[in-house]
Each structure stands twice: as structure tokens, then as C-alpha cells.
């Protein structure tokens, strides 16, 4: 029976290993839950993590309700084309990112002499290697519109981020979606190369310029938490 993708394996004991989303992680003052599951078989850890999933699915949605709905912060009608190309980059930076921090969170201590973007981990997590090739086989042999389909929801994650909503109804979808289609095809070229031991240079997301702000001020007053502000600078051009 398959592990759920948050069980890691350090040596014989597995961990349950998850992000925190963005839009709560001030809330909950960490940006990843790590616990140890106290087992070492499959079975039990496949159970006990399945079980943290529902408790911290049910805690990430207490939070969102108490927080609100968060607007766009910034009208993007009127964004040119070249814009919507820094946020392909950012979000291309951002999937990158995410995949450095998964493989920082299962690398053991004989991985410290490298860089966390150097550690293979497609042997302690599982699947890495197979989910980066059916990503790049759907961002490479399918139409824009199919891509989104597809992969919409991940993009849409991510961009939330940075306060930006994706809509299809954007004068210039056609080509803003092929952007976000090319950036997700070169994220993931960039993750398997990590995985065959070769690594790429690449840009923090907060390198990335382009006219988004992090986060609305009315939503700093609800969490209360300058920490937010301070780490999700407002990026110009």
C-alpha cells in the first residue's frame, strides 16, 4: 500500500513532513510541520499520517475562516504582457523553491557537505522523479488551455501568494497561460536534473521583480504579524 506524499523515511523511521500553506502560515508561526510517527511499519505510519492530514486540513480551514477571503491587492486588468512574464519567472522561482525546501527536510546529516537543491531525495520520499515527468510531459505535449486544466490549481496556489488571481476571462489569457505553461516546463526540467545530480542556478522568488505586493494591509491587521510584511517585501520593477 503507497505511503501518503507526506511520510518521509529517515533510515528506518518515517516522519510526517508537510508545507504549511502561504495564506495561513503567519497564524501558525512555521512554514512546515515535521512530527515523528513512532512506528516503523508502513502500515501504522500510512494510518497515523493520514490521520495528522485530516487534523491539520481541519486547523488550516479554522484559520481561513477566521481570517476571511483575501482579495486581489493589486488590479492586474491592465498588466502588459511583459509583467505577467515576471510573474511565469516568479512562479517558476517558486516551484523550485518548494521542491528545495523538500529535499532540506529529508536530508540527512552525511547530505550536509552540499546544498540542499543537491540532495537526491527520490528515494526517501518516493514518486519525485515520476510526478516532475508527468509534468513536463502534460506542460510539453499539451495546448495552453489543456496545461491549465491540468495544472491551473498549482499555478493558482502558488500566484495567490503574491496576492495575483488567475482567470481565464484576462484580456490576454492565451498568452499569459502559455508563460505560466513554459515556467512550469522549465521548473520541472530543473527538478529532475536535481535528481540526476546535476543543479541549475535559479532566482529566489523574491528576486523576481514585478508590480504585486505580498500582501494586503487589511490582511496584516487581521494576523497581526509584521514578521509576514517584513519577509514578503513588496517587489518593484
Request: positive net charge.
Amino acid at each position: 500500500m503507497p505511503l501518503p506524499t507526506h511520510v518521509t523515511w529517515r533510515g528506518t523511521t518515517p516522519q510526517y513532513v508537510r508545507r504549511v500553506p502561504d495564506d495561513v502560515a503567519p497564524r501558525f508561526g512555521r512554514t512546515q510541520i515535521q512530527r515523528s510517527l513512532r512506528t516503523r511499519d508502513p502500515l501504522v505510519a500510512r494510518a497515523k499520517a493520514l490521520e495528522l492530514d485530516h487534523i491539520f486540513e481541519k486547523r488550516f480551514r479554522e484559520v481561513r475562516a477566521a481570517l476571511g477571503p483575501i482579495d486581489p491587492v493589486i488590479g492586474t486588468e491592465t498588466w502588459p504582457l511583459a509583467d505577467w512574464e515576471k510573474l511565469a519567472e516568479w512562479f517558476k522561482a517558486k516551484r523550485i523553491e518548494e521542491d528545495t525546501l523538500r529535499r532540506a527536510a529529508v536530508a540527512i546529516g552525511g547530505d550536509l557537505t552540499r546544498r540542499p537543491d543537491n540532495v537526491p531525495f527520490d528515494d526517501r520520499v518516493g514518486g519525485v522523479f515520476h510526478t516532475e515527468i508527468t509534468t513536463l510531459n502534460v506542460a510539453r505535449r499539451l495546448t495552453a488551455a489543456e496545461w491549465y486544466a491540468a495544472r491551473g490549481e498549482v499555478a493558482r496556489r502558488l500566484v495567490a501568494a503574491v496576492g495575483v488571481v488567475l482567470s481565464e476571462t484576462l484580456p490576454q489569457w492565451p498568452l499569459i497561460s502559455l508563460a505560466l505553461q513554459r515556467a512550469d516546463r522549465d521548473a520541472a526540467e530543473i527538478i529532475m536534473d536535481r535528481e540526476r545530480g546535476t543543479s541549475r542556478p535559479w532566482p529566489s522568488p523574491d528576486q523576481v521583480p514585478g508590480p504585486w505586493r505580498r500582501i494586503p494591509d487589511a490582511m496584516l491587521s487581521r494576523i497581526g504579524s509584521r514578521k509576514w510584511a517584513s519577509e514578503r517585501t513588496t517587489a518593484t520593477c
